[in-house]
């Protein structure tokens, strides 16, 4: 049997100091590795917040500058032009991506009165004008004495609490041009009869299909539309080529845009009171009849 080493026996203090030291290397060593981990992990976290933070910003771009999808069809002019009876659309090919509007041809509207109105769906004196002049205008339509082309845009997003009413309801009333263009008077006149006040939340995609369905516009196609704010692109584009700059609408001379409404009759811009139908209706006659 081998005796214990005592206190006094160097050989064993020697022993437990170079033990000592070994443990304490080890110790240093694998302190070092867990540094140089920590630092590959800390230098791989930040390369990847890089490339996410380089990713979102490159979408941001992307999206910003992306072209506008193409336009709803019936919409050629950014507007949808009424006529006839049953108050029909005039059928038209959509905008394509990127593309530009084309001013509808009035030349074989001899005698007929052509109303051209640029409304925002949140715009209080918008219902005011719709409220005065929505049965006669219908009636001049319906009975040939008229034809009517309505531009939505949307400028009074903000009014709405972040719920960007404006956009959302120019992109449903798109969605039926699109998909139910006959039925377009009755949602634009729903439209308004229902038109949420300003500053207040606006209303759900439940609460304005509800509203297109109430019009007669109701099927698989518009929902998705809706819902997909399918047209929100093409109605940023088409409000911007009111709002911004001089607005050229169908007057001879370009002006500034004055807002919602702007009402021309016959390349005439209408200046009177917007609840006032007689004013209105006077309007109408002497533009026809000069033009």
Not at 36 to 60: D, E, K, S, T, Y
Not at 172 to 188: H, I
Request: overall charge positive; some cysteine; charged content about 20%.
């Amino acid at each position: 049997m081998t005796p214990a080493a005592t206190s006094g026996n160097p050989a064993g203090k020697k022993d437990r100091r170079e033990q000592a030291r070994e443990t304490a290397r080890v110790e240093r060593e694998a302190q070092k590795r867990r540094e140089r981990r920590n630092r590959v992990f800390l230098q791989g976290g930040i390369g990847i917040a890089v490339i996410a933070i380089i990713a979102i910003i490159v979408l941001v771009i992307v999206n910003v500058n992306k072209p506008a999808g193409p336009g709803p069809k019936n919409m050629a002019s950014d507007g949808i032009v009424l006529s006839g009876a049953k108050l029909a659309a005039v059928k038209t090919p959509a905008i394509k991506a990127g593309g530009s509007p084309v001013v509808t041809d009035t030349k074989k509207l001899k005698g007929v009165a052509h109303i051209v109105t640029y409304i925002d769906y949140q715009c209080p004196y918008c219902l005011q004008f719709e409220t005065t002049n929505e049965d006669q205008i219908s009636t001049m339509v319906q009975s040939g004495e008229a034809t009517i082309e309505i531009h939505p845009i949307a400028i009074l997003d903000t009014s709405s609490l972040g719920n960007k009413y404006s956009t959302r309801a120019a992109n449903a009333a798109a969605c039926v041009a699109n998909y139910d263009p006959n039925d377009f008077y009755a949602v634009n006149t729903a439209l308004y009869a229902n038109q949420p006040a300003e500053n207040t939340s606006g209303m759900s995609d439940k609460q304005l299909l509800s509203i297109l369905k109430g019009a007669g516009a109701s099927s698989s196609d518009i929902t998705s539309c809706v819902t997909s704010q399918k047209f929100a692109g093409w109605v940023k584009s088409a409000t911007d080529r009111v709002s911004v700059g001089t607005f050229k609408g169908i007057a001879a001379t370009p002006a500034a845009f004055a807002g919602t409404p702007t009402v021309y009759v016959n390349g005439q811009k209408y200046g009177g009171s917007l609840t006032d139908a007689d004013a209105f209706a006077s309007f109408v006659l002497s533009a026809s009849a000069s033009s």
